[in-house]
């Protein structure tokens, strides 16, 4: 599937196990491996990824970029060895955050939602970025699977807060959606399921998104 996309002109692939943390595995290789055989765009790959070996290892399977999400949160000196290693380039940091249940600010959240960590999501991407990440994927845990949008607010607030891109996940269903988003401030947004479930094609929302004014990759 990943072929296809690419076929139909998508920028990038993301590939996020996101199970591997909670079973407390690492991301195949031999699956990183066997995408990267048909693909000639760049590939991010995230779930499990604890140390810099962890990391190499996916790199080396055909990986342009790690995403670390809850190793981080757990140890945030991981980023600095991570960024030494390889280079910032390479390493990309993964934020699921929620609405703090006051409805102030945001909320980092780890293992699927189950475990709100308290700590707050803007300043971790701050401090992320200043630990050595090249790029932040910023999942809204309230916005993800409803298909309503992404959290502009959230969105806006992270832009503003670090000088790296800043990816959009979480809520997508619409061109409108996607574009909202990047009025919002992100440097490129991800989608699934409007892709996955065939309501679309790469090259139809990039179209669409041109028409409404947005800079896309031709």
Not at 30 to 47: D, M
Not at 119 to 148: C, H, K, M, N, P
Request: with cysteine; net charge negative.
């Amino acid at each position: 599937r990943a072929a296809s996309y690419e076929e139909q002109g998508v920028d990038e692939i993301v590939i996020l196990d996101v199970s591997a943390t909670l079973e407390g595995r690492r991301t195949q290789a031999e699956t990183v491996r066997a995408v990267r055989a048909r693909l000639s765009i760049p590939l991010t790959v995230g779930g499990g990824v604890r140390e810099p070996d962890d990391a190499a290892r996916l790199l080396d399977a055909g990986a342009d970029k790690v995403a670390i999400n809850t190793a981080a949160v757990d140890d945030p000196t991981r980023l600095d060895r991570l960024a030494e290693r390889f280079g910032r380039q390479c390493v990309v940091v993964a934020i699921d955050a929620a609405r703090r249940l006051d409805g102030e600010g945001w909320e980092v959240v780890t293992h699927a939602g189950k475990n709100r960590t308290g700590r707050d999501a803007i300043l971790w991407a701050r401090q992320a970025v200043e630990r050595g990440a090249g790029e932040v994927l910023l999942t809204s845990f309230d916005q993800d699977g409803t298909r309503e949008g992404y959290d502009l607010a959230l969105l806006r607030a992270a832009a503003s807060a670090v000088a790296v891109p800043v990816i959009a996940s979480g809520g997508a269903a619409t061109v409108a959606h996607l574009h909202e988003a990047l009025g919002a401030g992100a440097d490129a947004v991800l989608a699934a399921s409007i892709f996955h479930d065939g309501d679309m094609t790469v090259g139809t929302v990039k179209r669409a998104l041109a028409r409404l004014g947005a800079r896309v990759r031709a």
